[in-house]
Nanobody
Framework: QVRFVESGGGLVQPGGSLKLSCAGSGRIVDIYSMKWYRQVPGKQRELVASVSIDTSANYADSVRGRFTISGDHTKNTVYLQMNNLKSEDTAVYFC???????????????WGQGTQVTVSI
């Protein structure tokens, strides 16, 4: 069974940095796309960053120039480097990875459980 677990969240002051990780385990044949979302209570989940084998990285306007998405396919791990954090970046961050679990099978999307990021003095 495929599973992704996020880590790296926490409390940081405005202007600080955090690096989120999303580590995959299980039968992962290849990864097609990687995404990071965030959600604030009472609001819709927001796509923050995404990248696929077909496209270069894309970012929400609110984070472009501050956040960087990357992946290590040898470790089945997705990262989100977040710099110059602002209070409005406070949210629960989720990774979503679309992948094959077999060579001839369909693409399937898997989600992590989320990690809290709080930006505050």
């Amino acid at each position: 069974q495929v599973r992704f677990v996020e880590s790296g969240g926490g409390l940081v002051q405005p202007g600080g940095s955090l690096k989120l990780s999303c580590a995959g385990s299980g039968r992962i044949v290849d990864i097609y796309s990687m995404k990071w979302y965030r959600q604030v209570p009472g609001k819709q989940r927001e796509l923050v960053a995404s990248v696929s084998i077909d496209t270069s990285a894309n970012y929400a306007d609110s984070v472009r120039g501050r956040f960087t998405i990357s992946g290590d396919h040898t470790k089945n791990t997705v990262y989100l480097q977040m710099n110059n954090l602002k209070s409005e970046d406070t949210a629960v961050y989720f990774c979503a990875v679309t992948l094959h679990t077999s060579a001839a099978g369909p693409l399937t999307e898997y989600w992590g459980q989320g990690t809290q990021v709080t930006v505050s003095i």
